[in-house]
């Protein structure tokens, strides 16, 4: 074998090395540490849920880090695994005495880092992506909001607005599992109506208050002219 014939099968050799390498390369896929990498395709893997069952699914997922991806067979997706806020408001609603009420509240929901729930959430959500889940996050704690603010009066939830926020929350649960989400927190923001019916409701306490804050202030003035009057006298008497 001629040099020449040798350093061609050395170039073809380096070139195929190259070509190789750079397929292996592009077919390696990486997410970030709140990130799953569901991938698609292939054999089917047998999982077993939490009641022990046992199931077949056609992907296979990794929570953060990488993993090589066969190239014409497997499909790659991401979920997200940060948490996700969002404000909720209802449109008018009747409370369990009648009167019709608007509530904002707070919430924070993640995929739960359970294999189950990852399984669930990429189940229920791939593709769509965390505007997905956001929305049909919102829709189950709008709706729940209502079935509670029609079993609460508006005194109730206007004064205790944890106990509104837990039972919202005991609500939802359920739907959120089965979706592999965990609510994080859920907290009333505010609650108005167009009657009037909220400000009536507060004007005895801001009466009391300012009825509480006229008595302070005479009964500190009645004291200051005591305290003046006793000090003139304790002159009187110097003198």
Known sequence: MSFVSQLIIIGLIVVLVALISFLLAKQYRKVGPNEVLIISGGRKRTVIEPDGTKRKIGYRYRVGGGTFVIPFIESVSTLPMEVIAMDIKTPEVHT?????????????????SSDHAIRQAAEQFLGLGREGIRDVSMTILEGKMRDVIGSMTVEDIYRNRHVFAQKVIELSQGDFERMG???????????????????????????????DAVIAEAETEKEAIIKSSQARKEGEVAR
Do not use: E
């Open 96 to 112: 369990h005495s009648g009167v019709p009420v608007m509530v904002t509240a707070t919430a924070q929901v993640k995929i739960d």
């Open 181 to 211: 989400l965990t609510i994080l927190s859920f907290s009333l923001k505010d609650i108005s109506d167009t009657q009037g019916y909220l400000d009536a409701l507060g004007k005895p306490q801001i009466a009391a208050a300012k009825r």
